[in-house]
């Protein structure tokens, strides 16, 4: 018997996606929501996907930041309290951080979600989640053993693979970062993390048996390395994580089992 074609996740969400904006402008047009431009129905339209998303994959430390576009595009609408948009966009990437921190691992975001287009350019990246992502545009290096990810207004994991790790830069400005080192080796003199968090939460797992120095300086934020990882042998394979946290956090933990 043959088997019916599967459809991924990802086409399925930009099929709903268009079917939501075709929904909404045809609603706009019949009265149901008064003064709404054409972007704003797009962007409510992705927001309602992000929502959608978050409760099937149980992702909820990401739902703060859709709902807050939501609220943004239909204040005026429906009547509610104004909030200006940079209120509700701190307050959201606030409880966001909040989650992330608070809720167990199961209820955190693994997906890709990104929440405002720049000039950045899509490229490959190493989540075991691909065909369950939104794409969107970020910011990303593609030399694996110089990896550059760069995450505004949304949350990302990723899982980083190299055979020989140098650098890493990971930038996190309102919203979340998750990065895995399990598939890496580090070079043979070591190799340097370079973090910027700003209004956001970055967390970076690592071997366990792997040695962690922390150089970071935090500013109204946290900058947590496991205890574990810093007591590890000398000789043992060194990463050393250096840059500023402000208003944030950064936590770095070593990967369950290792």
């Not at 969400?13 to 929501?33: R, Y």
């Not at 978050?54 to 239909?74: G, N, Q, R, T």
Request: glycine fraction near 8%.
């Amino acid at each position: 018997m043959a088997r019916k074609p599967k459809i991924k996740s990802s086409k399925l969400a930009w099929g709903v996606f268009w079917l939501l904006v075709a929904g909404l402008i045809l609603a706009n047009h019949l009265g149901g929501f008064v003064q709404l431009g054409v972007w704003s129905i797009v962007r409510a339209a992705l927001a309602l996907i992000m929502v959608f998303h978050c409760f099937v994959s149980l992702s909820f430390a990401s739902l703060p930041i859709p709902l807050a576009a939501l609220y943004y595009i239909f204040q005026a609408q429906l009547g509610w309290p104004f909030i200006a948009f940079w209120t509700l966009a701190l307050v959201a990437v606030l409880v966001t951080c909040a989650f992330y921190i608070l809720l167990p691992r199961r209820y955190g975001s693994r997906k890709h979600f990104v929440f405002v287009a720049g000039e950045g350019k899509k490229r490959k990246h190493y989540s075991e989640d691909d065909d369950d992502c939104i794409e969107g545009q970020i910011e990303e290096g593609d030399d694996e053993n110089n990896p550059y990810i760069s995450v505004r207004f949304g949350g990302a994991s990723r899982y980083l693979r190299s055979a020989c790790l140098e650098t890493a830069e990971l930038n996190c400005s309102f919203g979340a970062l998750e990065v895995y080192f399990d598939n890496v080796k580090l070079s043979p003199d070591g190799a340097e993390v370079y973090v910027d968090c700003k209004f956001g939460a970055i967390e970076i797992y690592v071997p366990g048996h792997w040695r962690v120095i922390d150089d970071m300086s935090a500013s109204l934020g946290s900058a947590e390395v496991s205890r574990r990882l810093q007591k590890a042998d000398t000789d043992a394979p060194t990463m050393t994580i250096k840059g500023n946290v402000s208003l944030g956090s950064v936590e770095v933990s070593r990967i369950k089992g290792s």
